[in-house]
């Protein structure tokens, strides 16, 4: 009804960029959307994300501050804004009342960015961004039950960019031909490759922390065991990326954006104290998951003296980072009245 013109997409006079895909599961939406907001924070824009929490106890609109509950307003948003606090974020499940909630409230916006929204047509963003996983490539895939599609392939005719994301870093020009093949790109669309760069380990509690922090490269690979506990869709990249850098990995996998329960926790806790190992002991969790699990007062302490969170990072293969920037930054400029742009580098 979109593509026929019954139903109608709303346009506003402000900068807007969808980030999202047609598959179900991780695909890097959140690293992205915050790669998006540290990129364009750099460049002297006043951003805002609107997401719509997904799996949040509340609904309506709300704000999302350092103060929020991630259960009230969605891990995600919380962990963007913990991790930027001066970019404005905010849910709602109906995004053209969020976005004029956000514009009433600070006009002087430049940018927004909805986080998961290439299904949500009722907004016309000016640039849409569709993240595909190498690992799960979507012309090799169905749609749901079947796979794991949301919606066609044909579908994707709608992005302007399409990014590649946890793409392996040896990626050739051989690899991305063949892809680029597969995806059959329409000239107006643009491909780019990413990866992700896992960051120090930082400690969930830094209060009560026996390190303050670890580059992946300071574990002990035989003498150090690590407890990976996830709630993302998948676990099985990280497990072997990490497994570089440390040999005893034992996992604790639970569904994506679990809420953690109190069984949950003693389990983490009896897990933890069957590893093995000469050297450290370690509970890893995901940033998704450290949102959750920092409020949780059930940890016991010997947990919370041993947990920390893995930061990942977005990196562009093949030196398309500053084409990246460069498209987005001017698409900002010329929407004018509220794209105030600094003249700075990008």
């Given at each position: 009804m979109f593509d026929y013109g019954i139903l109608k997409?709303?346009?506003?006079?402000?900068?807007?960029?969808?980030?999202?895909?047609?598959?179900?599961?991780?695909?890097?939406?959140?690293?992205?959307?915050e790669y998006l907001i540290n990129m364009m924070q750099k460049s002297g824009l006043k951003v805002a994300v609107l997401s719509r929490g997904y799996k949040r106890k509340s609904s309506g609109f709300h704000w999302v501050e350092s103060s929020s509950s991630p259960i009230n307003v969605g891990d995600e948003p919380f962990q963007m804004k913990m991790k930027y606090p001066e970019a404005l974020v905010a849910v709602d499940g109906n995004r053209r009342?969020?976005?004029?909630?956000?514009?009433?409230?600070?006009?002087?916006t430049n940018v927004i960015l909805l986080d998961d929204a290439f299904q949500h047509?009722?907004?016309?963003?000016?640039?849409?961004?569709?993240?595909?996983?190498?690992?799960?490539?979507?012309?090799?895939?169905?749609?749901?039950?079947?796979?794991?599609?949301?919606?066609?392939?044909?579908?994707m005719d709608r992005a302007n960019i399409i990014i590649v994301t946890k793409s392996p870093r040896d990626l050739s020009p051989m690899d991305v031909r063949v892809i680029s093949k597969h995806l059959e790109a329409r000239p107006h669309q643009l491909l780019y490759f990413t990866d992700f760069r896992y960051q120090a380990i930082k400690p969930l509690f830094p209060e009560l922390a026996e390190i303050n922090g670890l580059p992946l490269e300071?574990?002990?690979?035989?003498?150090?065991?690590?407890?990976?506990?996830?709630?993302?869709?998948?676990?099985?990249?990280?497990?072997n990326d990490l497994s570089y850098y440390v040999s005893n990995i034992v996992p604790l996998a639970y569904p994506d954006h679990h809420s953690f329960s109190l069984k949950d926790l003693q389990e983490i806790d009896k897990a933890y104290k069957s590893l093995s190992g000469d050297k450290r002991r370690i509970v890893l969790?995901?940033?998704?998951?450290?949102?959750?699990?920092?409020?949780?007062?059930?940890?016991?302490?010997e947990v919370k003296r041993n947990i920390?969170?893995?930061?990942?990072?977005?990196?562009?293969?093949?030196?398309?980072?500053?084409?990246?920037?460069?498209?987005?930054?001017?698409?900002?400029?010329?929407?004018?009245?509220?794209?105030r742009v600094l003249e700075r580098g990008y």
């Open positions: 997409s709303e346009e506003y006079d402000v900068a807007v960029i969808s980030v999202g895909n047609i598959t179900v599961g991780g695909t890097g939406k959140t690293p992205h959307t009342r969020g976005i004029k909630h956000i514009l009433d409230k600070h006009p002087d047509r009722w907004v016309k963003a000016g640039i849409s961004i569709l993240l595909m996983d190498y690992n799960r490539k979507v012309y090799e895939d169905k749609l749901l039950p079947a796979g794991s599609l949301r919606e066609s392939i044909t579908e300071g574990f002990d690979r035989e003498q150090d065991s690590v407890l990976l506990v996830t709630g993302i869709a998948s676990n099985i990249k990280l497990i969790v995901t940033e998704k998951d450290a949102v959750r699990l920092m409020h949780m007062d059930q940890l016991s302490d920390y969170y893995i930061p990942i990072e977005v990196n562009f293969l093949h030196e398309q980072q500053l084409t990246f920037n460069s498209k987005l930054i001017d698409y900002v400029r010329k929407n004018k009245p509220n794209s």
